[in-house]
T-cell receptor, first 114, second 114 residues
Framework: GAGVSQSPSNKVTEKGKDVELRCDPISGHTALYWYRQSLGQGLEFLIYFQGNSAPDKSGLPSDRFSAERTGGSVSTLTIQRTQQEDSAVYLC????????????FGEGSRLTVL | AQSVTQPDIHITVSEGASLELRCNYSYGATPYLFWYVQSPGQGLQLLLKYFSGDTLVQGIKGFEAEFKRSQSSFNLRKPSVHWSDAAEYFCAVGARGSQGNLIFGKGTKLSVKP
């Protein structure tokens, strides 16, 4: 969506390589989420940023996954030593208002690991 | 543990027919409940939500959903389906008091026959 820009839209990489996925939300949103959508698996929560608080990393599937959010705006999700099972669409989302659970999703970054 | 089950992976209905998509959740208390839709090539969009109060909630695009505590269900309905409703539908649950991380079902893909 227009409120969340994700790049790259598509990424093909070889197994073992590192990848960085970027999320650039419109300004003014202190909360930011990363989700992963694997084929046939629905959406899986990965990580949550809220202002200056420590992020909730409880959804990260392994220590190969990390994310940061600098300056309270742009966020990058890094996957090290990619594996084929990392192939998925990675979605960034922000809450557009104060209503709990209403998330505005970006169009995602489709990652394919060969 | 919280979970969401969407029993139907794929449903096909004729245009103009009624639709019901099933969603069952597992949660220790009354959760927040959501339905999101993902149209082909588009991002996820919130259809409707239930927080409290009236158990029949209205959403966008003519959709409604009913929260039934006794059945732990939150089924999505539409009286007359349009071809543009073909999409994938995700039910989600959020825990009250949490930071807003949603647990999604695996989705139901809706196809519409002319």
């Amino acid at each position: 969506g227009a409120g969340v820009s994700q790049s790259p839209s598509n990424k093909v990489t070889e197994k073992g390589k590192d990848v960085e996925l970027r999320c650039d939300p419109i300004s003014g949103h202190t909360a930011l989420y990363w989700y992963r959508q694997s084929l046939g698996q629905g959406l899986e929560f990965l990580i949550y940023f809220q202002g200056n608080s420590a992020p909730d990393k409880s959804g990260l599937p392994s220590d190969r996954f990390s994310a940061e959010r600098t300056g309270g705006s742009v966020s990058t999700l890094t996957i090290q030593r990619t594996q084929q099972e990392d192939s998925a669409v990675y979605l960034c989302a922000i809450p557009p208002g104060q209503n709990y659970g209403e998330l505005f999703f970006g169009e995602g970054s489709r990652l394919t690991v060969l | 543990a919280q979970s969401v089950t969407q029993p139907d992976i794929h449903i096909t209905v004729s245009e103009g027919a009624s639709l019901e998509l099933r969603c069952n959740y597992s949660y220790g208390a009354t959760p927040y409940l959501f339905w999101y839709v993902q149209s082909p090539g588009q991002g996820l969009q919130l259809l409707l939500k239930y927080f409290s109060g009236d158990t029949l909630v209205q959403g966008i695009k003519g959709f409604e959903a009913e929260f039934k505590r006794s059945q732990s269900s939150f089924n999505l309905r539409k009286p007359s389906v349009h071809w543009s409703d073909a999409a994938e539908y995700f039910c989600a649950v959020g825990a009250r008091g949490s930071q807003g991380n949603l647990i999604f079902g695996k989705g139901t893909k809706l196809s519409v026959k002319p």
